[in-house]
């Protein structure tokens, strides 16, 4: 079964810096989709940045990049100039490719705090 | 558009009674997808949709857990006889189509709380 660790419990940055936040997971597949999601205290999870496994190239979102290292299998989130808005809990997230593979598998969260 | 609905927002209920937690997903996507996220917990799924039919029913965490979906659209997730354990944020996700490719968008959740 995967797995999904994210071993940062609790994160802090000050406003306009960078942060980076790490994810790994566990998987005999070559073929999946990693997911990094913000939850506010709102609660609604939305989805900041997504990556697909066979390629090679990073993903970027505006102030948002990853570092995706398959054969460690170790997905890191970088947050570039924090703001405000970027207080959030921060899930890493990891689905098979393929049909009958439906589900998302989370790790636990790292709550990010920005300092004004 | 509008994004995947729940109702309600809030919900405290006592100990053995019945809930049911509502889902309208995003207008056009044919799945739906349901998690829990326990205090401090990830999100552990539940069980999703195709349509109305649920292939896979082995995420419920026992058979006081229920869930259907009626004409393509809104899902209902039924707890019975609730526990103190089951109190928790229960979220809903939708997606385009059942496959992998396609993002899940995630509505706020409900919150349950089981006295």
């Known amino acids: 079964a995967q797995t999904v660790t994210q071993s940062q419990p609790e994160m802090s940055v000050q406003e306009a810096e960078t942060v980076t936040l790490s994810c790994t997971y566990d998987?005999?597949?070559?073929?999946?989709?990693l997911f990094w999601y913000k939850q506010p205290p709102s609660r609604q999870m939305i989805l900041v940045i997504r990556?697909?496994?066979?390629?090679?190239q990073n993903a970027t979102e505006n102030r948002f990049s990853v570092n995706f290292q398959k054969a460690a299998k170790s997905f890191s989130l970088k947050i570039s100039d924090s703001q405000l808005g970027d207080a959030a809990m921060y899930f890493c997230?990891?689905?098979?490719?393929?049909?009958?593979?439906?589900?998302?598998?989370f790790g636990t969260g790292t709550r990010l705090t920005i300092i004004p | 558009g509008a994004g995947v609905s729940q109702s309600p927002s809030n919900k405290v209920t006592e100990k053995g009674k019945d809930v049911e937690l509502r889902c309208d997903p995003i207008?056009?996507?044919?799945?739906l997808y349901w998690y829990r996220q326990s205090l401090g917990q990830g999100l552990e799924f539940l069980i999703y949709?195709?349509?109305?039919?649920?292939?896979?029913k082995s995420g419920l965490p026992s058979d006081r857990f229920s869930a259907e979906r009626t004409g393509g659209s809104v899902s209902t997730l039924t707890i019975q006889r609730t526990q103190q354990e089951d109190s928790a944020v229960y979220l809903c996700?939708?997606?385009?189509?059942?496959?992998?490719?396609?993002?899940?968008?995630f509505g706020p959740g409900t919150r349950l709380t089981v006295l």
């Open positions: 996700a939708s997606s385009l189509a059942y496959q992998s490719t396609d993002t899940q968008y």
């Open positions: 998987t005999s597949e070559s073929d999946y989709y």
């Open positions: 990556q697909e496994a066979y390629k090679q």
């Open positions: 997230a990891y689905i098979s490719d393929g049909f009958g593979n439906e589900k998302l598998t």
């Open positions: 207008s056009g996507h044919t799945a």
């Open positions: 949709f195709q349509g109305n039919s649920a292939p896979d």
